[in-house]
């Protein structure tokens, strides 16, 4: 038995001292005082908060965009994130086109299985809507693989909106839940060549090409739906306009979109390739609409997106060319660390509220729930211990990311994870990896809605 001492527990409604106990896997006890035997394993977690394991539900690892492949797979992608605090993944398997859900899965558990670090689940990306696409949706199902998503953007990937409005109707029969990329990728396409056309070739050419209005002007039809990586006001009043008509609507934001802005699309040089990203960064005031929104309780989810590439001879491949840059940037390890000293270092929000939003809410929206997600006797051991105090500078250099640089470089935050537990065994300590390859796939349920 491994048993947590004197830690401050966190769910999404409360905080409270107490002992937890955890064995075969699974949390065995919460109990005030828990006795223990020699044989035994302790931690002392006095003056820690002790969180259910962060779950990022938006990452891309080994993923291959048709000219090079994330500098992140399930190796350093899932280490990372561990020494982070995160102890599960949602990662987006991808349908190539002309092939079938059934190999996209396929290949998706080849990528993850006995490489991954933390507990791993997977979203089908569909980029081929036809007939034997439609009947494998519930094999999806029955896979554990109960959210798809679709890109309105990317040519390689997106669908139209009469197969958008198709799928959504299909899903919600089987209980499947839908991720929407909002970017109309129609009038990116147009706006891009007008840049390119006007001689602008470089990153400051990347968000004049996908303004905020692309995104808010994706059509989210009258179903559940969940808006991945929102960005900006205008997508926000969109999410607003639809949930005041009736609509379910679950919001993901991601921690790039609430702590940078599109100035660093001005840096000298190239240094602007590492803030591509689609969508872009925004404005400040976009960024702080966000903000707002986290605090009113507008936000359901905190994801990283991560998709990483250097930018020695990945970023640098769009040079002479914006529109060549691979888009995406790291952030699994630091999402937690981030959020805590944006958010409850600094009082803006409850640790309740953080537990929510990068624990509890992914759990219940994907299905895992309460497996994952909380603090309890028989949910699996998945627990991160947090030291609210440690104050630490995040770089490059020390992040376990196979990637050459990190955008929060240089960054002081307060928070960091002390120890982490993978299924019940010591998988991190203090940002550092103890024990790796732990991770095993989680089978998600489908939704009632
Ligand atoms: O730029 C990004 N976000 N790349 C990853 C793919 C996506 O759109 O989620
Ligand atoms: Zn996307
Ligand atoms: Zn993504």
Same mark, same amino acid.
């Given at each position: 038995?491994?048993?947590?001492?004197?830690?401050?527990?966190?769910?999404?409604?409360?905080?409270?001292?107490?002992?937890?106990?955890?064995?075969?896997?699974?949390?065995?006890?919460?109990?005030?005082?828990?006795?223990? =035997?020699?044989?035994?394993?302790?931690?002392?977690?006095?003056?820690?908060?002790?969180?259910?394991?962060?779950?990022?539900?938006?990452?891309?690892?080994?993923?291959?965009?048709?000219?090079?492949?994330?500098?992140?797979?399930?190796? /350093?992608?899932?280490?990372?994130?561990?020494?982070?605090?995160?102890?599960?993944?949602?990662?987006?398997?991808?349908?190539?086109?002309?092939?079938?859900?059934?190999?996209?899965?396929?290949?998706?558990?080849?990528?993850?299985?006995?490489?991954? =670090?933390?507990?791993?689940?997977?979203?089908?990306?569909?980029?081929?809507?036809?007939?034997?696409?439609?009947?494998?949706?519930?094999?999806?199902?029955?896979?554990?693989?109960? /959210?798809?998503?679709?890109?309105?953007?990317?040519?390689?990937?997106?669908?139209?909106?009469?197969?958008?409005?198709?799928?959504?109707?299909?899903?919600?029969?089987?209980?499947?839940?839908?991720?929407?990329?909002?970017?109309?990728?129609?009038?990116? =396409?147009?706006?891009?060549?007008?840049?390119?056309?006007?001689?602008?070739?470089?990153?400051?050419?990347? !968000?004049?090409?996908?303004?905020?209005?692309?995104?808010?002007?994706?059509?989210?039809?009258?179903?559940?739906?969940?808006?991945?990586?929102?960005?900006?006001?205008?997508?926000?009043?969109?999410?607003?306009?639809?949930?005041?008509?009736?609509?379910?609507?679950?919001?993901?934001?991601?921690?790039?979109?609430?702590?940078?802005?599109?100035?660093?699309?001005?840096? !000298?040089?190239?240094?602007?390739?590492?803030?591509? *990203?689609?969508?872009?960064?925004?404005?400040?005031?976009?960024?702080?609409?966000?903000?707002?929104?986290?605090?009113?309780?507008?936000?359901?989810?905190?994801?990283?997106?991560?998709?990483?590439?250097?930018?020695?001879?990945?970023?640098?491949?769009?040079?002479?060319?914006?529109?060549?840059?691979?888009?995406?940037?790291?952030?699994?390890?630091?999402?937690?660390?981030?959020?805590?000293?944006?958010?409850?270092?600094?009082?803006?929000?409850?640790?309740?509220?953080?537990?929510?939003?990068?624990?509890?809410?992914?759990?219940?929206?994907?299905?895992?729930? !309460?497996?994952?997600?909380?603090?309890?006797?028989?949910?699996?051991?998945?627990?991160?211990?947090?030291?609210?105090?440690?104050?630490?500078?995040?770089?490059?250099?020390?992040?376990?990311?196979?990637?050459?640089?990190?955008?929060?470089?240089? *960054?002081?935050?307060?928070?960091?994870?002390?120890?982490?537990?993978?299924?019940?065994?010591?998988?991190?300590?203090?940002?550092? !990896?103890?024990?790796?390859? *732990?991770?095993?796939?989680?089978?998600?349920?489908?939704?009632?809605?």
């Amino acid at each position: 038995m491994y048993v947590i001492q004197n830690g401050t527990l966190v769910s999404a409604e409360r905080t409270w001292r107490a002992d937890l106990a955890m064995e075969g896997g699974k949390i065995t006890a919460i109990a005030p005082k828990i006795p223990i =035997s020699p044989e035994d394993q302790v931690m002392d977690a006095s003056d820690c908060l002790v969180f259910p394991g962060f779950i990022d539900p938006h990452t891309h690892l080994d993923m291959d965009n048709g000219v090079t492949v994330t500098a992140d797979d399930f190796s /350093s992608g899932t280490l990372a994130a561990v020494c982070g605090g995160t102890t599960t993944v949602i990662d987006f398997a991808t349908q190539d086109r002309g092939s079938s859900l059934a190999q996209a899965l396929t290949l998706w558990h080849k990528k993850a299985e006995g490489r991954s =670090s933390c507990n791993y689940a997977f979203h089908m990306a569909i980029t081929d809507w036809n007939e034997n696409t439609r009947r494998e949706l519930g094999d999806m199902a029955a896979a554990g693989v109960t /959210s798809l998503k679709v890109y309105l953007a990317y040519d390689a990937l997106r669908i139209d909106d009469g197969q958008l409005l198709d799928i959504l109707g299909e899903c919600r029969s089987l209980g499947l839940q839908i991720g929407c990329h909002c970017e109309n990728g129609n009038v990116v =396409s147009l706006l891009q060549k007008r840049e390119l056309a006007r001689g602008k070739r470089g990153p400051a050419a990347h !968000p004049i090409s996908r303004p905020p209005e692309v995104e808010a002007e994706a059509s989210l039809a009258n179903c559940p739906v969940t808006v991945v990586h929102l960005s900006s006001a205008a997508g926000l009043e969109e999410v607003r306009r639809a949930r005041a008509r009736g609509q379910t609507v679950w919001v993901e934001t991601c921690p790039q979109y609430l702590l940078l802005d599109d100035s660093r699309y001005q840096l !000298p040089g190239f240094e602007g390739a590492k803030y591509v *990203m689609s969508p872009p960064l925004r404005s400040s005031a976009d960024r702080e609409a966000l903000c707002q929104a986290v605090r009113n309780g507008e936000v359901d989810t905190i994801a990283t997106d991560h998709c990483s590439y250097s930018f020695a001879g990945q970023k640098e491949l769009g040079r002479e060319d914006f529109t060549k840059i691979p888009n995406g940037a790291p952030g699994l390890e630091h999402r937690p660390a981030l959020f805590f000293h944006q958010f409850a270092a600094s009082g803006l929000l409850s640790t309740e509220r953080m537990c929510a939003l990068l624990s509890e809410n992914p759990a219940r929206q994907y299905g895992m729930y !309460p497996r994952k997600g909380v603090l309890a006797v028989g949910s699996d051991a998945d627990v991160t211990v947090w030291d609210p105090k440690a104050v630490w500078t995040i770089s490059a250099a020390s992040q376990h990311h196979n990637v050459d640089y990190t955008p929060y470089e240089g *960054m002081t935050v307060t928070g960091k994870a002390k120890a982490v537990f993978i299924n019940g065994v010591p998988a991190a300590q203090d940002g550092e !990896p103890v024990r790796t390859g *732990m991770g095993r796939y989680v089978f998600r349920n489908a939704l009632n809605y």
